[in-house]
Each structure stands twice: as C-alpha cells, then as structure tokens.
C-alpha cells in the first residue's frame, strides 16, 4: 500500500519562504519519481516541478529559480523548498508517485501567499 502525506503548507507574506514535504510509505520511494503540482479553484492540476531517484530535477518555467525539488531516500520523504514567493503561487500543492500504471496522490497542502 503506498501512501503520501503532505505538509509544511500556511500563509506566508510575499517574497517569503516555506518548505513543504511529502512523506511516502512503501517501499517503492527509492526507485520512483516523486513530482510536486499544484491547483486553484476552476484550474486544473499543474506540474510545478520532478526528481527522479538519479536526482534529475525539471521545473516549471514559472517556477525556475525560486523552487527547489529534492529528495532524502532514508527519510523516504520529497522535499519542496519555495522561496520568493508570489501571491500567484497560492494553491493546494500536491505530491505524485507514479508507479506501474497509476498515480498515487497525497490529500495536498495549502499555500496561501498574501500580505
């Protein structure tokens, strides 16, 4: 059974930081490719950045340069560093496991960037 737990989501001030991070149960973590996305209401789900478990990283142009994806294997737990952070940024942000098929989906954390 795999199993993804968000948190580290709050309200932050513009231009401010937050860490979010996504605990996976299973033992699948270490080979898989963790993604982060993100959704507002009446969106659709958006991909905000990857890492694969050789530590390759992909982001979102609109991402690039102010967040960081990373992973630590032993924790089995992906990391989401945002830094500078815009009001658009606002969102539920969601961790992914793909695997054989089908994705696994956390319940999502939310991010509330506003002064």
């Known amino acids: 059974q795999v199993q993804l737990v968000e948190s580290g989501g709050g309200l932050v001030q513009p231009g401010g930081s937050l860490r979010l991070s996504c605990v996976v149960s299973?033992?699948?973590?270490?080979?898989?490719?963790m993604a982060w996305y993100r959704q507002t209401p009446g969106k659709e789900r958006e991909l905000v950045a990857t890492?694969?478990?050789?530590?390759?990283?992909m982001y979102a142009d609109s991402v690039k340069g102010r967040f960081t994806i990373s992973r630590d294997n032993a924790k089995k737990t992906v990391y989401l560093q945002m830094s500078s952070l815009k009001p658009e940024d606002t969102a539920v942000y969601y961790c992914?496991?793909?695997?054989?098929?089908?994705?696994?989906w956390g319940q999502g954390t939310q991010v509330t960037v506003s002064s």
């Open positions: 299973g033992s699948i973590f270490r080979i898989a490719t």
């Open positions: 992914k496991l793909p695997w054989l098929g089908r994705d696994y």
């Open positions: 890492i694969t478990n050789g530590d390759n990283t």
